[in-house]
């Protein structure tokens, strides 16, 4: 039993670290950690019934455009920090009651709820997946839970051993994760009224809201995306305020000589990515230089506290560790400038078709081609240079909107 109890902890110890990949990729240890996992990511990439878990559910690198995607992404911060909160106090409480030799803990939190420690670490878990939406985390979440109960039930069973009377009394007046009061009312309509079949039944339907919500909010996202589509040629706005700039100057934009020549070349669907010039997460489209590949930037805890508690910052201009104390927006002299990067990526789309389910479906190839950077006023082009295939990342799976 203790050997069965180690590998259930390892199994929620490994979601952790595949949950909190958006933090090992932005940090100097990012190369140790794909040497391991990228491996599972590819695997689970080479045939259509595992690809999906690779793939992202949420916008990541554009902006949200709708209220409901910001407050979910909103959402995802709170979850994480409560829920690590509540995992932290019920902790320290456990190991203050086991050190100074002063008994079970029963206080706080443990007066309502036998395992606030694991309900603290699902709502982790949970704001986590938010945070860095692949379905993998999703699917590893529900894992977790079940995880979670299983535990909870050993310990309840060697707590009975040990304290038999008392325990059970606690048992009476207590609910398991959430308060009785609450527990009995969401599990009333439940066709199984105790034991280990309803408790399968409640995870059961956990996991399948929670992925069938997820492929929800990627249906909506892709509904969202700011985009502006001519022909074969689709642009993606990563700051939605860009879509108006798009629908006047875009179809100028692709007349200009050295773009146009490129795309002449090109057969099927190209799709373009909008965005400031020193946009910071654009190494996640394409290897567009060794400054965009965030594990080099060493400003990982400046990252990482945007990334929880300033969600759209970095997105729309945020942190002077991620930029600079201008931020992407401004011009060197104090005015606002109007250079945009343009990443041209080509789209190996199934039926050719131009719509956003097809550019942005998980089977999809997308192959970076070259870049632009353009004053979209004076139309005056800056940079152009060809890319290569891979991302900033190489060919780790990385978010494509």
């Known amino acids: 039993m203790a050997r069965s109890r180690a590998v259930w902890r390892s199994v929620i110890v ?41 793939a992202f559910y949420l916008p990541h690198m554009v902006s949200p455009s709708t ?26 409480q456990v190991y203050y009651h086991k050190f100074m030799r002063k008994g079970v803990a029963l206080g706080g939190l443990y007066t309502w709820i036998r395992h606030p420690q694991y309900l603290g670490l699902a709502i982790t878990g949970l704001g986590l997946s938010i945070l860095w939406p692949r379905f993998l985390t999703v699917a590893l979440w529900a894992v977790m839970v079940a995880l979670y109960y299983a535990l909870a039930r050993d310990e309840e069973r060697r707590m009975l051993g040990e304290f038999e ?12 994760f959430l308060p ?27 996991a399948i809201c929670a992925i069938g919500g997820t492929v929800g909010l990627r249906a909506y996202t892709l509904d969202s995306l700011p985009l502006w589509s001519d022909g074969p040629v689709t642009a993606l706005a990563i700051l939605p305020t860009d879509i ?61 506290w945007d990334w929880i508690f300033h969600p759209f910052g970095h997105l729309e201009g ?3 560790a991620m930029h600079g104390p201008m931020g992407p927006m401004a011009g060197g002299g104090g005015g606002i400038s109007l250079v945009r990067r343009l990443i041209f990526l080509r789209v190996e789309t199934w039926n050719g078709q131009q719509n956003p389910s ?15 950077d353009v004053e979209m006023h004076t139309l005056a082009l800056q940079t152009v240079r060809d890319l290569p295939r891979d991302t900033g990342w190489g060919r780790v799976p990385t978010p494509i909107f």
């Open 180 to 206: 009785p009061g609450v527990e009995t009312a969401v599990t009333r309509f439940l066709p199984v009224r105790s034991g280990t079949p309803k408790a399968v039944l409640v995870i059961g339907l956990l």
């Open 67 to 92: 209220p409901l995607l910001q407050t979910v992404r909103v959402a995802g911060s709170v979850l994480f920090v409560i829920g690590t909160l509540m995992f932290l106090v019920c902790a320290s």
């Open 14 to 54: 490994l979601y952790f670290i595949i949950g909190l990949e958006i933090l090992i990729m932005i940090s100097p240890a990012a190369g140790f950690f794909y040497a391991a996992f990228n491996p599972v990511l590819l695997s689970l990439a080479q045939t259509s019934a595992t690809r999906w878990l690779t």
């Open 318 to 320: 945020g942190h002077f």
């Open 358 to 372: 097809a550019l942005f479906a998980i089977n999809v190839r997308r192959s970076p081609l070259f870049l632009a």
């Open 165 to 176: 009377a008392g325990y059970r009394e606690y048992m009476d007046r207590t609910g398991m």
């Open 244 to 304: 108006a700039l798009l629908a006047h100057r875009m179809p100028a934009v692709l007349e200009i000589p050295e773009i146009k020549a490129r795309l002449a070349g090109q057969t099927g669907s190209v799709l373009a990515y909008v965005m400031p010039k020193d946009y910071v997460m654009q190494g996640m489209i394409a290897d567009t230089g060794g400054e965009w590949q965030l594990y080099k930037r060493h400003h990982t805890l400046a990252m990482i």
